[in-house]
């Protein structure tokens, strides 16, 4: 058993998670995962959940988002290239 460091439920499938730092974080969900380690997005402060965009170490959930944020950096981000259907 093992409990939650968000919300405190001692849950028997509680599992960790080891961050790129080496710190360990113990969770009874994905939900609460996604509240204490999803990063947040610089523009909007959606929390990225999918693979979001890194732009320079900050942060963005689409390339609207770092376009609108991120400078001459952030204008080459593009979510998708090419013709769509008409
Ligand atoms: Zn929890
Ligand atoms: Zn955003």
Not at 32 to 43: D, K, S, T, V
Not at 45 to 68: D, N, P, T, W, Y
């Amino acid at each position: 058993m093992a409990t939650c460091e968000v919300c405190g439920n001692d849950y028997w499938m509680a599992f960790e998670v080891r961050t790129v730092s080496g710190d360990v974080h113990t969770f009874d969900s994905f939900e609460c995962a996604a509240h204490r380690l999803a990063p947040i997005c610089e523009h909007c402060q959606v929390k990225v959940l999918g693979h979001g965009v890194e732009v320079s170490g900050r942060f963005f959930c689409c390339g609207h988002c770092a376009r609108a944020q991120a400078g001459s950096q952030g204008a080459e981000i593009r979510d998708a290239v090419g013709a769509r259907p008409a």
